[in-house]
Each structure stands twice: as structure tokens, then as C-alpha cells.
């Protein structure tokens, strides 16, 4: 079969910040991939985003600054925009539109997927199940991720939270399968992309890693892009390949941004802080294209980690993303100050399908029940210290100081850890039981008396001073 050769059309009708409009076109459709060439023979790339009768409004990913209407032409190819999916991503660092930056050839696939891509049907889904521990311990013990889940990370301007992304994809790890990682940063600074890349040198070289990076100064357009292709990458290495793929996404919010920005520019009526309307179902045609396949072996997760502006929670962004995903991991600004690493704010972070990854052959008995003992006696430690700063320490009872002794503890042991520390999971939930053994034990209820008062007795032998 002979492929058509794309048409190609002479003189631009105007030029709007990254949109150029043609007329007098036939034959184009919406999602086309299109090529425009200048004057000087540059080319650059782009997709049709509106057909109105002749007109067709194509969004150019490298802006139109330097196009000469009169000298311009466009070529439409006649499909949706498609990439190469194949192992070969594995190993490479590319920009925000696949083109490498490591100083290696053009990727090359197996076949052409559409960029696209579409979410998966519920009715062909299966329940997500089984973990991936990060190596985390406060994310592996408190909120567990597991395959085929979405669990966003929730930040502000100014926390790691770049860098913990980084450090999940380094040491992110499952029991069984072929694990591999797509790394989509988006609208960082160069220093960051460099900090990054370096973090992900070893798993890179590996083979195990695929890495997209679009820098602020990089085209707006093209951050709309980065993680539909991220996806469209992992979606062959997940659901065609059989393996199990992790995708983590930094920073939602500038792809937010770029949303509204292409929206503003052509003539949308704003929605909500100036987001388009769509915005909801926009996020949901990227978060829902994760999980399990019932005629796959594979599974796909993903992290999209995204900022709060002014740590309000209620903004669009993640406001929305709460909605579609399956729990949140919250960093907290209060952490960051006490000098802890990661920053996690228990109390605000869960995941929803933590039940399905945990429990015998996949970590350990007693994990979810740790678990919801240290989220209860978290709470009652806050409310002591709110209760502190009433009546001062001094005026608390034994029991009350002990859970301002857990909550330090647990801080300092459990959730405090190093940047390149990678915990497995029975030192995780041993630390979590360090922490746990300094409260009565008849608090402790939800334990079971066996373990409890086997870690008692472990911990008075470790610490003599402390039992005494």
C-alpha cells in the first residue's frame, strides 16, 4: 500500500501566540499532525485544533514567532499526531516532544501509536492490586501504592517535591515482572532538569527509565503534549509488552497552566480562575488511561505530582485531581520547617486502595493494622498538642506526653529519612513499632496483644533506659 502524500497549503490567514490559522482548506480533521515550513526552510510541528468550514486552526509547539504569513506552508498528514512506542524510549532522555537530548540518534519504534490515546474502559478493567514499594518509608507504611493505582502528590512552590519524585523513580521496586519508569518533567527550571537527570543516571543506564524533559523555557504548547506522549510510551510497555510500568508526571500544575494559556488564545470563554471549562474532563483523559487490563499481564501507575498555589487545596487543579484519583500524598510546609524529609503530612494523605496491596504475600500481616494504629494515634497526639498550647506540657498527664513522644518519634525515625535511603518494608513497619511502643500499650487496640507485647519486650531490650 502506497502511503497519500500530505497536501501542502501556501500563506498563513493570521497568527495568534502558538495558534496559526489557514484557510481555503479541505479534507483536515481535528487532532491532525501537521508540518509548517518557513520561509527559510525551518520547520516546525504541530496538530490541528479547530476546523470551521475552511479554516483550520493549527497549535504550532515551537510558537509562531519568526512565521512570515505570506511565506509560510503547512502540510497535514492526515492522521492523529503518532509517536514510535517501543522498548527503545528505555534509557533515553528526550525533550517534551520525543526528540532526544542525550546526543543519541532519533528513537525508533515498533510501530506508530497516536499520541492521544484514549482511558481505559471500566468494563475492561481489573481491580488494582499488589504494591510497589517506593522505598519511601512514610508512603510504603501510611499510604501504599499499588499497581494500576493513581496517587497524586499534593505540594507547594518551594518543598521537594520534584526531588522525592525523583527519588521514587530510582528506587521504586515489585516483587515480580519487568518494572520499568517514564519520567515526565514538565515546565522545570534547567537547573532541576539537570538535578534530575543526574538522580536518574542509574536506573537510566539500566535500561529500566525513559525521560522527558520540558524546561520552563521551553515551548508552552509543548507541556500540553509531554505527558500524553509519557503515556503513550508506557501504555505499550505496560499493556503490550506485559510489564509493569510506573509513570510519574512533575508538575500537573504547569500543564494546567498551558492548558488555559492555549485556551485563552483561542478565544475560549474562562472558567474558573481562568481554567476552561473542560479542565475536569481534560486531567481525566490523562489519569484514566492507568490501571489493569483484563487481557494484560501488565499494569500501569502514576504519580502525577502537582503544586498548590498558596497551599490551598481547594484550587482547581487539585481540587479536581482529588476527584478522579485514588487517595493523595500531602507534603506540608510545617514539616519542611522541623527539617524533615520527605515533608509527609500524615494526617492529610491516604490511599484509598492501600487494602489491595498489603496484608500476607505482599508485605507483611501486620501492616494495615499498624498502619491504622499510627493514624489513630496520630490524631490523638494532635489533638494533645493543640491541647499544649492551653494548658502547657505541664499540665498534661503521663498518657498525654506519651503521644507527643510517639508523634516526635515517629517523626524522627519513621518519616524522617535520607535522599538516597531506600528502606524495604519490614524497616519501615519496624520503625513505625519503635514509635508505637512508647504509648500504653493499652492503647493500642487496634494491635494485635501478641505483637504488642512482643515489640514491648524487643524495645526494652534495645533500650533499657527507656523501659526503666
Known sequence: MIDAIPIEYAGGRSANGPLLVFDHVTGVGWDEDATITLASGER???VVLDVNDDLAVVQVFEGTSGISLSGVRVAFSGTP????VGPQWLGRVCNGRGEPIDGGPPVRGERLAAVNGVPINPAARELPRDPIITGISAIDGLTTLVRGQKLPIFSVGGLPHLELAAQIAAQARVGDGTFQIVFAAMGVTH???DATRDALEERSQAGDLALLINTASDPVVERVLTPRLALTVAEHLAFERGGHVLVLMCDMTSYAEAVREVSAARGEVPGRQGYPGYLFSDLASLY???GRLRVSSGSLTQIPVLTMPAGDITHPVPDLTGYITEGQVVLSQEMQSCNIYPPFDALSSLSRLM???????QTRQDHMAVAGQVYAALSHAR????????VGETGLAENDRAYLRFADALDAGFINQGRTDHRGIDDSLERAWAALTLLPSGDLSRLDPEDVAQHVAANA????EAAA
Not at 487494602?355 to 504475600?361: A, C, I, K, Q, T
Open 383 to 390: 489533638q494533645v498538642r493543640e491541647l499544649t498550647d492551653l
Open 355 to 361: 487494602r489491595h496491596g498489603v496484608g500476607p504475600e
Open 44 to 46: 516546525r510541528h504541530g
Open 81 to 84: 499526531m503518532r509517536v514510535p
Open 191 to 193: 537547573a532541576d532538569a
Open 461 to 464: 531490650r534495645d533500650k533499657p
Open 288 to 290: 484514566e488511561r492507568c
